[in-house]
Nanobody, 123 residues
Framework: QVQLVESGGGLVQAGGSLRLSCAVSGRTFSTWVMSWIRQAPGLEREFVAAISRSGGSTYYADSVKGRFTISRDNAKNTLYLQMNSLKPEDTAVYYC????????????????WGQGTQVTVSS
């Protein structure tokens, strides 16, 4: 069983920064490709970023490239998302997710999800 718990969301003004964390239980953290996925009200879930098992490779949606940075600490079983230059359109519930990494930009490929953390960016 894999359990994921996000933290770090909140309310921030446009142009500000937030750092999300995702604590993952279990000893198998380093075997999972990890991702951040978000869902805005009334919209479908959207891939944001993913990171390989070792952390050596990262992948981003075009909408966040250059502003967001995904990272992981396998010794601490923790995934991070540093979000800079935030925009109102980044407002969403952000989920961390774990998966096999076969199609890491495909939201449905991820089998384990956290409960989500709300990020609200005011204009």
């Amino acid at each position: 069983q894999v359990q994921l718990v996000e933290s770090g969301g909140g309310l921030v003004q446009a142009g500000g920064s937030l750092r999300l964390s995702c604590a993952v239980s279990g000893r198998t953290f380093s075997t999972w490709v990890m991702s951040w996925i978000r869902q805005a009200p009334g919209l479908e879930r959207e891939f944001v970023a993913a990171i390989s098992r070792s952390g050596g490779s990262t992948y981003y949606a075009d909408s966040v490239k250059g502003r967001f940075t995904i990272s992981r600490d396998n010794a601490k079983n923790t995934l991070y998302l540093q979000m800079n230059s935030l925009k109102p359109e980044d407002t969403a519930v952000y989920y961390c997710a774990a998966g096999p990494g076969l199609s890491l930009r495909v939201v449905d490929e991820y089998g384990y999800w956290g409960q989500g953390t709300q990020v609200t960016v005011s204009s």
